[in-house]
């Protein structure tokens, strides 16, 4: 079975430092994984995705993260937080299920505040 | 850019009435999904629906929830005697499979 474990629920940054979004991530096969954003009242959007090609993988708004399969994270960072970015952060992986049918798994998510 | 669109985007509704969330997903994705999202909790699956039937449930999705694939581009989600505890926001998403799935906007339910 798959799993995503998002390990901080809350983080603070102030504006212009970096971002830090950790994400393990468990799966039985070759996952790929995503990190998606939710603006206040808003729906899900897609920020980067990991599908088994480069490891390091850039996305919108500056975001990247790298995929360690040594590790089993898949951290999402941002070398400078803008207020902008202030939001929840979902970390998702994409796998087969034992039943043989894919299914996506959300980790539980993380409150970015970005102080000024 | 193509889009998965749900309707409505606000649903009221009277504890014990049937209610039918509506989903027109990707027209070449073939796994739809269904998630819910309680106010200041975490997203949720429900279901996920592929080659015409369900693929995989939660065990939130019991026998008061039922999906459907009425025609070759609605995907539904029907609960049949709404409870308080159902008002969430309900997200409808499809993909092809390996690739990110694309969300809808959601439709926000409220059961009084």
């Known amino acids: 079975a798959q799993s995503v474990t998002q390990l901080d629920s809350h983080v603070s940054v102030s504006e212009g430092t970096p971002v830090l979004l950790r994400c393990n991530y468990s799966?039985?096969?070759?996952?790929?994984l995503f990190w998606y954003v939710q603006h206040p009242n808003k729906g899900l959007q897609l920020l980067l995705k990991?599908?088994?090609?480069?490891?390091l993988v850039k996305g919108i708004n500056g975001f990247e993260a790298e995929f360690k399969k040594s590790e089993t994270s898949f951290h999402l960072t941002k070398p400078s937080a803008h207020m902008s970015d202030a939001a929840e952060y979902f970390c998702?992986?994409?796998?087969?299920?034992?039943?043989?049918?894919?299914?996506?798994?959300f980790g539980s998510g993380t409150r970015l505040q970005v102080q000024p | 850019e193509p889009e998965v669109t749900q309707t409505p985007s606000h649903q009221v509704t009277q504890m014990g009435q049937e209610v039918i969330l509506r989903c027109v997903p990707i027209?070449?994705?073939?796994?739809f999904y269904w998630y819910r999202q309680i106010l200041g909790q975490k997203v949720e699956f429900l279901v996920s629906f592929y080659n015409n039937e369900i693929s995989e449930k939660s065990e939130i999705f019991d026998d008061q929830f039922s999906v459907e694939r009425p025609d070759g581009s609605n995907f539904t989600l029907k609960i049949r005697s709404t409870k308080l505890e159902d008002s969430a926001m309900y997200f409808c998403a499809s993909n092809t499979g390996e690739d990110e799935a694309f969300f809808g906007q959601g439709t926000r339910l409220t059961v009084v």
């Open positions: 799966s039985s096969y070759s996952p790929s």
């Open positions: 998702v992986v994409s796998d087969f299920m034992d039943t043989g049918r894919r299914a996506l798994t």
């Open positions: 990991y599908t088994s090609a480069a490891t």
């Open positions: 027209s070449n994705h073939l796994y």
